[in-house]
């Protein structure tokens, strides 16, 4: 089983539309959680961290459920723009390594 | 610029030959991780660097490939010996202890292993 699971898509959606990803992580001492966008051909950036409490960034928003072990990101009102990849890290306890998930495909269609 | 800088951009090599790439950090960032990526995939840890101390190395990382960080600023990723299997992105990422925790990548070398 891989340390870290996303469903590859791709999510084709409208623009405008709300989407949201999944990412389940398997090490119950993980520690750390990101969402990172890879745009093609281009190196991965951080989009955003995601604390125990849930945190908002504009249009995303992204939550940590630690019982069932996965995290999720949305994102409301999508843009041509938001048509990448995105990433799911995670780290865990005592080690800073970066584990990344396949990554989830979205386009958004205009 | 001062972002995290990899070079080659691309190399092309003919299988059995050494290659070399080379990633300079952040100048402040006391971290450094290798990374390798092949399409479709999200990046494969390989191995990353407190300092110029090698801290953790991916069990799936063989022999042939060496990473160095001599002077706990630069650090150079070796692969002996390519196979075609090695063909794949090897990004560079750099990070600061007390910064969050970000990961900021170069924008990679691209291997291609005839």
């Known amino acids: 089983r891989k340390e870290v699971e996303q469903d590859p898509g791709p999510f084709n959606v409208p623009e405008g539309a709300t989407v949201a990803f999944n990412c389940t992580y398997s090490?119950?001492?993980?520690?750390?959680f990101f969402w990172y966008r890879q745009d093609c051909r281009k190196e991965p950036k951080l989009l955003m961290s995601v604390y125990s409490s849930g945190n908002e960034d504009g249009r995303f928003t992204a939550q940590l459920n630690r019982a069932s072990q996965y995290i999720s990101l949305l994102i409301r009102d999508s843009k041509l723009s938001d048509s990448a990849t995105y990433l799911c890290?995670?780290?865990?306890?005592?080690?800073?390594?970066?584990?990344f998930g396949t990554g989830t495909r979205l386009k958004v269609l205009a | 610029d001062t972002g995290v800088s990899q070079d080659p951009r691309h190399k092309i090599t003919k299988r059995g030959q050494n290659v070399t790439f080379r990633c300079d950090p952040i100048s402040e960032h006391n971290r450094l991780y290798w990374y390798r990526q092949t399409l479709g995939q999200g990046p494969e840890f390989l191995t990353y660097f407190q300092n110029e101390a090698q801290l953790e190395k991916s069990r799936l990382l063989s022999d042939r490939f060496s990473a160095e960080r001599p002077k706990g600023s630069f650090s150079t990723l070796e692969i002996q010996r390519t196979e075609q299997g090695d063909s794949a992105m090897y990004l560079c990422?750099?990070?600061?202890?007390?910064?969050?925790?970000?990961?900021?990548f170069g924008s990679g070398t691209q291997l291609s292993v005839l």
């Open positions: 990422a750099s990070s600061l202890v007390r910064d969050g925790e970000k990961l900021f």
């Open positions: 890290v995670v780290t865990t306890s005592g080690t800073y390594k970066y584990i």
């Open positions: 090490n119950s001492a993980s520690q750390s």
